[in-house]
């Protein structure tokens, strides 16, 4: 049997754990994952952060008014979570009072690529739902 260095068994112990995760198991830890990366805000979030073609970083403020409704209290649980999850980065600038921005990081980055196209087909069917909505409510009234 060939000897493995540190580095090619941590490797391939990470390869076998990434294998592992099924997320139609109710103990999986992924489920957890799909749910946070499922919520409207985070969804926003990462949208605003992704900006058009460049990612962006962004002051509190500034994310505050481009999500419009969302309140102070979960905006912050909100950018707690990604920073957590390493989907984002707080940058505090000393200076009076404190300037705070967020950026995404790269695995944010790649998150905000897939729920772009998310938020982006929402917009572009919201008219068909609507009309199935209203569809389906006058068939079934």
Known sequence: MATMTAAQRNARKKAQSKASYDAFLAVCPSRK???RISDKWVT???CALGGGDEPRSLR????SRILAGVSQKMLT???RSLERDGLLTR???????VTVSYELTDLG???QQMVRGLKQWAET???DVLENRAAHDARTA
Do not use: C, G, K, R
């Open 44 to 46: 926003l979030i990462l």
């Open 77 to 79: 649980q909100t950018l």
């Open 33 to 35: 994952l799909l749910d």
């Open 60 to 63: 509190y403020s500034e994310l």
């Open 125 to 127: 069917n919201m008219d």
């Open 91 to 97: 940058t505090a600038t000393p200076t009076v009072p």
């Open 109 to 111: 980055l790649s998150l």
